[in-house]
């Protein structure tokens, strides 16, 4: 069975690992939701976890509701010269920064507008580093409860972050903060490196009791 997914802003780990294991379908017609991968991910700094975070531009209306296909960042802040020095910054020292950065780099040079698409980019660019296909197939339409495809949209929620058995790889700074499970795939790219799509691949995830 397929699995339905919203493309996030450099996924976590075990998005990423369903993305590899499963034949994914991407969620493109539900509302935008606040707190939510859609616009943050998660990294780790000589601080601990730390979020980046893509400013939106709000829309007004009677609820505010907007497609989040439709959601436009906010680049009047340069968010991305901030959110690129920061991950220079935290993982400058890791195995394999240098050897990625020229494929990262161009996402925080670009003009892109449209949320979901620059997410999608953040994933064809990893999809790209370690050797995958990005899927392509997008949802005909919003549906609550899915009944041809698995509904993986929760993995979405930042805020119901699920404690996943992940494997520990080795972190920048473990030795300060201990291993930080499941944060942005960026972090087990520039640590793991071409380990990356083992790694991903041998992650057991028991994605219906999640």
Same mark, same amino acid.
């Given at each position: 069975?397929?699995?339905?997914?919203?493309?996030? #802003?450099?996924?976590?780990?075990?998005? @990423?690992? /369903?993305?590899? =294991?499963?034949?994914?379908?991407?969620? %493109?017609?539900?509302?935008? =939701? !606040? =707190?939510?991968?859609?616009?943050?991910?998660?990294?780790?700094? &000589?601080?601990? !976890?730390?979020?980046?975070?893509?400013?939106?531009?709000? /829309?007004?209306?009677? &609820?505010?509701? =907007?497609?989040? %296909?439709? /959601?436009?960042?906010?680049? $009047?802040?340069?968010?991305?010269?901030?959110?690129?020095?920061?991950?220079?910054?935290?993982?400058?020292?890791?195995?394999?920064?240098?050897?990625?950065?020229?494929?990262?780099?161009?996402?925080?040079?670009?003009?892109?507008?449209?949320? #979901?698409?620059?997410?999608?980019?953040?994933?064809?660019?990893?999809?790209?580093?370690?050797?995958?296909?990005?899927?392509?197939?997008?949802?005909?339409?919003?549906?609550?409860?899915?009944?041809?495809?698995?509904?993986?949209?929760?993995?979405? &929620?930042?805020?119901?972050?699920?404690?996943?058995?992940?494997?520990?790889?080795?972190? /920048? @700074?473990?030795?300060?903060?201990?291993?930080?499970?499941?944060?942005?795939?960026? &972090?087990?790219?520039?640590?793991?490196?071409?380990?990356?799509?083992?790694?991903?691949? $041998?992650? $057991?995830?028991?994605? !219906?009791?999640?």
């Amino acid at each position: 069975m397929k699995i339905l997914v919203h493309p996030s #802003y450099f996924p976590s780990i075990a998005t @990423f690992a /369903v993305i590899v =294991q499963h034949e994914v379908i991407w969620e %493109a017609h539900d509302n935008f =939701q !606040k =707190q939510t991968y859609r616009n943050r991910c998660y990294i780790s700094t &000589d601080k601990g !976890k730390h979020m980046l975070n893509i400013p939106i531009k709000h /829309v007004g209306g009677k &609820d505010g509701r =907007q497609k989040y %296909a439709d /959601v436009t960042m906010e680049n $009047s802040y340069n968010w991305k010269k901030e959110h690129w020095r920061t991950l220079e910054t935290a993982y400058r020292t890791s195995p394999f920064f240098e050897f990625y950065e020229d494929e990262l780099r161009p996402l925080y040079e670009g003009n892109d507008d449209s949320l #979901y698409n620059f997410n999608l980019k953040t994933i064809e660019v990893i999809a790209a580093c370690i050797g995958v296909e990005v899927p392509t197939e997008k949802s005909e339409k919003y549906e609550v409860d899915p009944e041809t495809v698995f509904d993986a949209r929760f993995l979405a &929620d930042a805020k119901k972050g699920k404690d996943w058995d992940v494997e520990p790889y080795s972190q /920048v @700074f473990e030795e300060r903060h201990g291993f930080v499970p499941n944060l942005s795939v960026l &972090d087990l790219l520039f640590n793991e490196g071409t380990n990356t799509l083992t790694y991903l691949k $041998s992650l $057991s995830l028991d994605l !219906k009791h999640a």
